[in-house]
C-alpha cells in the first residue's frame, strides 16, 4: 500500500521567512495530493491540493510543487505569519484512500 | 453551511468498557470517513461509506471496532472493549463524492483508555 514520508516533523521560522516542507510517496498510482492545516484542537483543514496532471499551483502565500517523477512533492509558504504557527500534514491518494505523513509543526514566532 | 458535528469531544474509560461516537456530515454529502488519529501522527483511515454501503473497512480493527451509517446520513463507530492502544483522537469527514473531492474534518473526539 501506500506509504507517505514527511520532513521536517519540526519547522521554525521567523515571521516573514519562507517555510518548506517536502514529502514523498511510494505508490506510483497515487495522483492527488492534499495538504492540511491543524490546529490545536481542531480537525485538519485543507489548505491547497495539486493533481499528477499538474506540476505546481500556487494559492496567495501558498505553492505546492509535484515532482512524479521522484515521487515528491512540497507546501511552500512565503511571508509566513503568527497565525500560520500549525501543524500540516501532506497525503497522497490513489484508489480514493488517503493516506497521511506524519505531520511538521510549524512555529512562527514574531 | 454548517460543518461536520461530532459528539462526544471528550471521553475518558476504563479498559474493557465499551464506547460510542457519533457524527453528523455535512448535508448532502454522500462519503463518510471515520479516522484515528494518535498523538503526534497523521489521520489513518478505518472505514469509508459510499451513502449507507461500506468502501473499505480494511484497516478497521473488526473484532472489536465497528461501525454503522444508517439512512446514508449520521454515523456510529463504537469500540467493545476498549484497549489501552485504542486511546487517540477520532476523526469523522465527509466529501461530497467518493473520490479526490475535498474532505471536510470534524473537531474529533479524544478518547482516553486508562
Known amino acids: 500500500g501506500e506509504n507517505v514520508e514527511q520532513h521536517p516533523s519540526t519547522l521554525s521560522v521567523q515571521e516573514g521567512d519562507s517555510a518548506v516542507i517536502k514529502c514523498t510517496y511510494s505508490?506510483?498510482?497515487?495522483?492527488?495530493f492534499p495538504w492540511y492545516k491543524q490546529e490545536l484542537g481542531k480537525g485538519p483543514q485543507l489548505i491547497i491540493d495539486?493533481?499528477?496532471?499538474?506540476g505546481e499551483k500556487k494559492d496567495q502565500r501558498i505553492a505546492v510543487t509535484l515532482n512524479k517523477t521522484a515521487k515528491h512533492f512540497s507546501l511552500h509558504i512565503t511571508e509566513t505569519q503568527p497565525e500560520d504557527s500549525a501543524v500540516y500534514f501532506c497525503?497522497?491518494?490513489?484508489?480514493?484512500?488517503?493516506?497521511f505523513g506524519t505531520g511538521t509543526r510549524l512555529l512562527v514566532s514574531p | 453551511e454548517a460543518g461536520v458535528a461530532q459528539s462526544p469531544r471528550y471521553k475518558i474509560i476504563e479498559k474493557r468498557q465499551s464506547v460510542a461516537f457519533w457524527c453528523n456530515p455535512i448535508?448532502?454529502?454522500?462519503?463518510l470517513y471515520w479516522y484515528q488519529q494518535i498523538l503526534g501522527q497523521g489521520p489513518k483511515l478505518l472505514i469509508q461509506?459510499?451513502?449507507?454501503?461500506?468502501?473499505?473497512d480494511s484497516q478497521l480493527p473488526k473484532d472489536r471496532f465497528s461501525a454503522e451509517r444508517l439512512k446514508g446520513v449520521d454515523s456510529t463507530l463504537k469500540i467493545q472493549p476498549a484497549k489501552l492502544e485504542d486511546s487517540a483522537v477520532y476523526l469523522c469527514?465527509?466529501?461530497?463524492?467518493?473520490?479526490?473531492?475535498?474532505?471536510?474534518f470534524g473537531p474529533g473526539t479524544r478518547l482516553t483508555v486508562l
Open positions: 469527514a465527509s466529501s461530497s463524492h467518493r473520490g479526490y473531492d475535498e474532505q471536510f
Open positions: 505508490d506510483s498510482a497515487s495522483n492527488y
Open positions: 448535508s448532502g454529502h454522500a462519503t
Open positions: 495539486i493533481r499528477s496532471n499538474v
Open positions: 497525503a497522497a491518494s490513489g484508489f480514493q484512500k488517503l493516506v
Open positions: 461509506f459510499q451513502n449507507n454501503g461500506v468502501v473499505d
